[in-house]
T-cell receptor, first 111, second 113 residues
Framework: SQQGEEDPQALSIQEGENATMNCSYK?????LQWYRQNSGRGLVHLIL?????REKHSGRLRVTLDTSKKSSSLLITASRAADTASYFCATDAGSARQLTFGSGTQLTVLP | DAGVIQSPRHEVTEMGQEVTLRCKPISGHNSLFWYRQTMMRGLELLIY????????DSGMPEDRFSAKMPNASFSTLKIQPSEPRDSAVYFCASSTDGIYGYTFGSGTRLTVV
């Protein structure tokens, strides 16, 4: 079963614009992670935010976490065509150290 | 490090045949995960090993699926007999205690005809 659900399912923007993707989940978590998947490739870990953190930055990425709303957002600033990919949130919940992935957001950055 | 290595990259087989997928995790990672990805169901966790021991195999769809991890550097996922509905991309991932980010392999695209 999928713990996280991303919104929107698809997003198309122009190069240079910012892209925001949202993730909602259902249960309490230890941490939430974001991954990128290019077409035909495996997933690549982007960033991890712990349940006691509210915001985290990594390069052009900014992740926020609101545990009261059980939601997270991923912001990619100054997007590039190379950012075109599917983006997944994944939650690590409970004592089981395994990730449950959402359904993903397909981001297309037009040159 | 070469990352998580999966083989084969592509596999086409006939219904009823046995299929074995292979994975070499990153050296030093003690957790290994097998996922299946389809358009309909997204990414599904099949089984999870910690220190070579299967911890949770509740995601294995049927008895036709089995997985082993004989040592810290090798794991297999076997489907016997295979069926067309098993067609999917199968990913192996490894991590340190499953706490930090996972490193995924490039996947095996399985087509059962």
């Amino acid at each position: 079963s999928q713990q996280g659900e991303e919104d929107p399912q698809a997003l198309s923007i122009q190069e240079g614009e910012n892209a925001t993707m949202n993730c909602s989940y259902k249960t309490s978590i230890n941490n939430l992670q974001w991954y990128r998947q290019n077409s035909g490739r495996g997933l690549v870990h982007l960033i991890l935010i712990r349940s006691n953190e509210r915001e985290k930055h990594s390069g052009r990425l900014r992740v926020t976490l609101d545990t009261s709303k059980k939601s997270s957002s991923l912001l990619i600033t100054a997007s590039r065509a190379a950012d075109t990919a599917s983006y997944f949130c994944a939650t690590d919940a409970g004592s089981a150290r395994q990730l449950t992935f959402g359904s993903g957001t397909q981001l297309t950055v037009l040159p | 490090d070469a990352g998580v290595i999966q083989s084969p990259r592509h596999e086409v087989t006939e219904m009823g045949q046995e299929v074995t997928l292979r994975c070499k995790p990153i050296s030093g990672h003690n957790s290994l995960f097998w996922y299946r990805q389809t358009m309909m169901r997204g990414l599904e966790l099949l089984i999870y090993f910690n220190n070579n021991v299967p911890i949770d195999d509740s995601g294995m769809p049927e008895d036709r699926f089995s997985a082993k991890m004989p040592n810290a550097s090798f794991s297999t996922l076997k489907i016997q007999p295979s069926e067309p509905r098993d067609s999917a991309v199968y990913f192996c991932a490894s991590s340190t205690d499953g706490i930090y980010g996972y490193t995924f392999g490039s996947g095996t695209r399985l087509t059962v005809v």
